[in-house]
């Protein structure tokens, strides 16, 4: 089916076409048309048109008033202050307009002209570590990003850029060599809990090995240049360590309901045969010099708090390799061999200088053209007391922990307000609602802000929540229940009906999904979608206590009530699903 047009795209060209007929001299002039709490939209755009051409506003839109075709879409359009056009929408044209949305099993939204290739950077664990606090935003908002951009039609790669590669891999190598059966594995065990009870010991013991006995140091230390030259033993007892982290890791993103799968893992190791030809290439180009026997890029704008360049440094003076040199060689391989068209990394704010210098330095060499690479920076998670969010004792909020209270916070929430529940019911719904409460905190935060984590908040059913979404969502599935007991009609569109304001109201809200989806994936905000999905909930909250669906007075306004409530619920499980969270049918 063809994309639908939303009314604000078919009121603009109205708008549009009217100035070009009043004033042609204005042809292509955007009338600046904008959601309005005087009529259902306003054209702003005759205030600047006049002062360019050096005329009268009010005059100016009295004339496109005059041209205007009104004709199945606008009821009425007149001029309002100094030369604004406040125009309402017919009936007919929002109820026509949305059945050909819920005729649509994309509910009318259009697919990319020139669909591209986006590589999308995000979550990046280290290998052998546990996963913290710090990594929820990134896993969250660029499985968000990813769902959006695969929904408008973008072929999108997914990179879990993990820490797999560096100096402890010899710590912890040469303690598997000499504690060969730390990684053992107890018949059936695979969790992700015991994968991280392992690497926990293995890590925790290799420290204090490493910490205490100088010579256990320097054989680690050999082990490390065993492991950058490729040898056998070291190597494969470097992908036990990974394999057992991809246990946890996989543990984790089940958990939160993310696509990243064991395909998307390509760490630093990744890139180690390339690092020598890179560092010779940008040498030999000049775009990389030594400096203090270090391979070095410097910036004539980035400076340190001494006045002194700050360089990024592409390979240290002991011939070791950085995060500089594995994200420049990442960059070649996803511009030259995944022929990406963008490149997305949704990396913590403070990570913002290291991407601004990487990016110029592969500008420099050739290797990323412009407008190509983009850093998206997010807050960060604080506490109830405002600061970076810890445990009372002041360590790093564990993530498996945070997720499992919010799922366990959830199951009093369901179980107080859907008793009849079986314990097996409560938990599947616990763990929708909990970790969608999790992941709509922080995708209904702007990307750049810092939010606090309140799980009291987050599983309320009141205010901007993802239950408040679940609950508006079930809330239709019940009534649709109770339609179809009591032989209601079938939901239909009845364009020829008269709408009430909040029917009017939802109508209009329902139509902007598409905008919506398309503005949050041209920005990269997810947060532009859940402001949107809470909006029609709460549009969906005054239509149901001001319109009596099933009780309506006419079989007509009944079919076509229940004509809403279903695209409301397809809308809104639409939108959640693009933003990873479930949609239960009872709540």
Same mark, same amino acid.
Request: glycine fraction near 8%; hydrophobic fraction near 40%; charge should be negative.
């Given at each position: 089916?063809?994309?639908?047009?939303?009314?604000?795209?078919?009121?603009?060209?109205?708008?549009?076409?009217?100035?070009?007929?009043?004033?042609?001299?204005?042809?292509?002039?955007?009338?600046?048309?904008?959601?309005?709490?005087?009529?259902?939209?306003?054209?702003?755009?005759?205030?600047?048109?006049?002062?360019?051409?050096?005329?009268?506003?009010?005059?100016?839109?009295?004339?496109?008033?005059?041209?205007?075709?009104?004709?199945?879409?606008?009821?009425?359009?007149?001029?309002?202050?100094?030369?604004?056009?406040?125009?309402?929408?017919?009936?007919?044209?929002?109820?026509?307009?949305?059945?050909?949305?819920?005729?649509?099993?994309?509910?009318?939204?259009?697919?990319?002209?020139?669909?591209?290739?986006?590589?999308?950077?995000?979550?990046?664990?280290?290998?052998?570590?546990?996963?913290?606090?710090?990594?929820?935003?990134?896993?969250?908002?660029?499985?968000?990003?990813?769902?959006?951009?695969?929904?408008?039609?973008?072929?999108?790669?997914?990179?879990?850029?993990?820490?797999?590669?560096?100096?402890?891999?010899?710590?912890?190598?040469?303690?598997?060599?000499?504690?060969?059966?730390?990684?053992?594995?107890?018949?059936?065990?695979?969790?992700?809990?015991?994968?991280?009870?392992?690497?926990?010991?293995?890590?925790?013991?290799?420290?204090?090995?490493?910490?205490?006995?100088?010579?256990?140091?320097?054989?680690?230390?050999?082990?490390?240049?065993?492991? +950058?030259?490729?040898? =056998?033993?070291?190597?494969?007892?470097?992908?036990?360590?990974?394999?057992?982290?991809?246990?946890?890791?996989?543990?984790?993103?089940?958990?939160?309901?993310?696509?990243? /799968?064991?395909?998307?893992?390509?760490?630093?190791?990744?890139?180690?045969?390339?690092?020598?030809?890179?560092?010779?290439?940008?040498?030999?180009?000049?775009?990389?010099?030594?400096?203090?026997?270090?391979?070095?890029?410097?910036?004539?704008?980035?400076?340190?708090?001494?006045?002194?360049?700050?360089?990024?440094?592409?390979?240290?003076?002991?011939?070791?390799?950085?995060?500089?040199?594995?994200?420049?060689?990442?960059?070649?391989?996803?511009?030259?061999?995944?022929?990406?068209?963008?490149?997305?990394?949704?990396?913590?704010?403070?990570?913002?200088?290291?991407?601004?210098?990487?990016?110029?330095?592969?500008?420099?060499?050739?290797?990323?053209?412009?407008?190509?690479?983009?850093?998206? =920076?997010?807050?960060?998670?604080?506490?109830?007391?405002?600061?970076?969010?810890?445990?009372?004792?002041?360590?790093?909020?564990?993530?498996?922990?945070?997720?499992?209270?919010?799922?366990?916070?959830?199951?009093?929430?369901?179980?107080?307000?859907?008793?009849?529940?079986?314990?097996?019911?409560?938990?599947?719904?616990?763990?929708?609602?909990?970790?969608?409460?999790?992941?709509?905190?922080?995708?209904?935060?702007?990307?750049?802000?810092?939010?606090?984590?309140?799980?009291?908040?987050?599983?309320?059913?009141?205010?901007?929540?993802?239950?408040?979404? +679940?609950?508006?969502?079930?809330?239709? +599935?019940?009534?649709?229940?109770?339609?179809?007991?009591?032989?209601?009609?079938?939901?239909?569109?009845?364009?020829?009906?008269?709408?009430? =304001?909040?029917?009017?109201?939802?109508?209009?809200?329902?139509?902007?999904?598409?905008? /919506?989806?398309?503005?949050?994936?041209?920005?990269?905000?997810?947060?532009?979608?859940?402001?949107?999905?809470?909006?029609?909930?709460?549009?969906?909250?005054?239509?149901?206590?001001?319109?009596?669906?099933?009780?309506?007075?006419?079989?007509?306004?009944?079919?076509?009530?229940?004509?809403?409530?279903?695209?409301?619920?397809?809308?809104?499980?639409?939108?959640?699903?693009?933003?990873?969270?479930?949609?239960?049918?009872?709540?």
């Amino acid at each position: 089916m063809s994309p639908v047009p939303s009314i604000t795209e078919a009121v603009r060209q109205r708008i549009s076409d009217a100035l070009a007929a009043a004033l042609p001299e204005a042809a292509g002039a955007d009338p600046l048309l904008r959601r309005s709490d005087r009529a259902d939209l306003q054209a702003n755009g005759m205030l600047a048109l006049a002062k360019r051409l050096k005329g009268n506003p009010r005059e100016l839109a009295g004339r496109v008033v005059g041209e205007v075709a009104t004709e199945g879409l606008i009821a009425d359009v007149e001029v309002s202050g100094p030369g604004f056009l406040n125009i309402t929408v017919s009936d007919e044209a929002i109820v026509r307009t949305l059945a050909a949305r819920a005729a649509d099993e994309r509910l009318g939204v259009p697919v990319a002209e020139r669909p591209g290739t986006v590589v999308i950077d995000y979550s990046q664990p280290n290998v052998a570590k546990e996963m913290h606090v710090g990594h929820l935003r990134s896993t969250v908002i660029g499985d968000a990003l990813t769902r959006i951009l695969e929904f408008r039609g973008e072929k999108v790669i997914r990179r879990n850029h993990v820490g797999d590669w560096g100096t402890q891999f010899g710590m912890l190598t040469q303690y598997l060599i000499e504690h060969p059966h730390e990684l053992d594995h107890q018949d059936g065990e695979e969790s992700g809990g015991a994968a991280m009870s392992r690497l926990n010991r293995l890590y925790r013991d290799s420290r204090a090995v490493f910490d205490s006995d100088p010579e256990f140091k320097e054989r680690a230390r050999r082990r490390v240049v065993e492991l +950058q030259a490729g040898g =056998p033993e070291t190597l494969a007892l470097w992908q036990r360590i990974v394999d057992e982290s991809k246990i946890y890791f996989n543990a984790i993103y089940a958990r939160l309901d993310v696509l990243l /799968t064991d395909d998307d893992l390509v760490g630093e190791s990744a890139y180690n045969d390339d690092l020598e030809a890179l560092s010779r290439e940008l040498e030999e180009s000049g775009v990389a010099v030594r400096s203090d026997g270090a391979l070095c890029v410097f910036f004539d704008d980035i400076k340190g708090p001494d006045d002194r360049p700050v360089p990024l440094i592409v390979r240290k003076a002991d011939g070791g390799f950085g995060y500089a040199a594995t994200d420049l060689a990442a960059i070649r391989n996803r511009v030259g061999s995944l022929h990406a068209d963008t490149l997305l990394y949704v990396v913590d704010a403070r990570q913002a200088l290291h991407f601004r210098m990487v990016f110029e330095t592969a500008r420099r060499a050739g290797w990323l053209p412009d407008g190509v690479a983009h850093h998206l =920076p997010f807050g960060t998670v604080l506490g109830k007391d405002g600061k970076p969010f810890k445990t009372r004792s002041g360590e790093t909020v564990r993530l498996m922990d945070l997720l499992d209270e919010a799922v366990e916070r959830a199951a009093e929430v369901v179980a107080s307000k859907a008793p009849d529940l079986s314990p097996a019911e409560v938990a599947e719904r616990a763990t929708e609602v909990g970790i969608g409460a999790v992941k709509y905190a922080d995708l209904s935060t702007s990307r750049s802000r810092d939010y606090v984590f309140d799980l009291d908040r987050m599983v309320s059913l009141n205010g901007d929540t993802s239950v408040y979404l +679940q609950y508006a969502f079930a809330r239709i +599935q019940s009534i649709l229940r109770r339609g179809a007991e009591r032989g209601a009609p079938a939901a239909a569109a009845h364009p020829e009906l008269s709408l009430a =304001p909040a029917e009017r109201a939802l109508g209009l809200q329902l139509d902007a999904f598409g905008e /919506t989806v398309d503005a949050a994936a041209e920005s990269y905000e997810p947060h532009k979608l859940a402001a949107y999905l809470y909006g029609l909930a709460s549009q969906f909250t005054t239509f149901y206590d001001q319109c009596p669906v099933l009780a309506a007075p006419e079989q007509a306004i009944v079919a076509n009530r229940l004509f809403l409530c279903e695209l409301t619920a397809r809308t809104l499980r639409e939108g959640m699903g693009l933003l990873g969270i479930h949609t239960p049918e009872r709540l």
